[in-house]
């Protein structure tokens, strides 16, 4: 019944025509989501940050030298001072205040209270939070506020 000579090659046809299709479609909702994923992603800008100095005193302070890569705005991120994993103090609402290439951060502290000043002028100040550098190194974490990624860590001991 099914063994004519005119449908013993429909089959293969179909098989190989569904294939193709559906390749195709896996294909192009694999293009489309690759491609919709990487267009909303912000990348931190990138720069490289030094310690130059730290001082330990009834002020301490770290001298970080912003060494090369992009300008960095203070309203466009965040400062953490970590010890052991503990954050210490926590700075989100900078001024706007930028830093580039030579100029120097300077985190300071008094042990209750920190400032950040980008190139000599006063970027973030909290005057609820401080840290000691008698107790050991602290972790500076400057972090782009629009994608939640760090721009640079540097650690500063006395």
Known sequence: MFDSADNRGISPMISAIV?????????????AFSMGMFDGMERAPQANFQVTDATD?????????????AEINAQDTIIKIKRDGATLVTLD???DV??????????SSDGSSTTVNFAGNTAFSNSDNGFDLNNGEVKI??????SDQPITTVTGDA
């Open 57 to 69: 005193g009834s002020t301490d302070e770290v001298l970080i030298q912003h060494g090369g890569g």
């Open 98 to 107: 930028d830093v580039s290439v030579g100029d120097t951060v300077n985190v």
């Open 141 to 146: 974490i400057i972090i782009d506020s629009g």
């Open 93 to 95: 609402e900078g001024n």
């Open 19 to 31: 294939l193709i299709a559906i390749v195709v479609l896996v294909g192009a909702a694999l293009a």
